[in-house]
């Protein structure tokens, strides 16, 4: 399992939104897709930042206004992206050591990066349980 592809393991598509959204139609896109996180994208559909629950929830806890605020005061920009063909035991290895729940599959298009789909812990350990 942990020589599979990025591209074997992940799922398809990615659910994104703009970096001018506001914070409540991220958190409208991740309930009705019953997601944690959202790939934050620039006009042209490239590479900006994620946004999680989390941020949703500090953003509430901050401002009472936050339903208004943009995802990109609260996104994370420093994203961190692995190449369809990377295997997932690098994934695993940055999951761990980054403390973090997911990456972003990119593919590089000049200087900018794609996003092609997200893979998340919850997907690893789908196939180690499928692995039986």
């Not at 992940?10 to 409540?24: H, I």
């Not at 490239?46 to 941020?55: K, P, S, Y």
């Not at 973090?100 to 092609?116: S, T």
């Amino acid at each position: 399992m942990k020589n599979m592809t990025v591209l074997e393991a992940k799922r398809f598509g990615v659910t994104t939104c703009k970096a001018t959204a506001t914070l409540m139609n991220a958190a409208c896109i991740m309930q009705e897709h019953n997601i944690s996180a959202l790939v934050v994208v620039d006009p042209d559909g490239f590479l900006a930042g994620v946004i999680t629950r989390t941020d949703l929830v500090r953003a509430c806890y901050e401002r009472d206004d936050w339903q208004h605020q943009h995802v990109q005061a609260y996104m994370n920009a420093d994203v961190v992206t692995v190449r369809l063909h990377d295997r997932l035991e690098k994934v695993m290895a940055l999951l761990i050591e980054r403390h973090i729940h997911r990456v972003v599959a990119v593919e590089p298009v000049g200087d900018r990066l794609k996003p092609m789909g997200v893979l998340s812990a919850t997907d690893i350990v789908y196939h180690m349980a499928s692995c039986h």
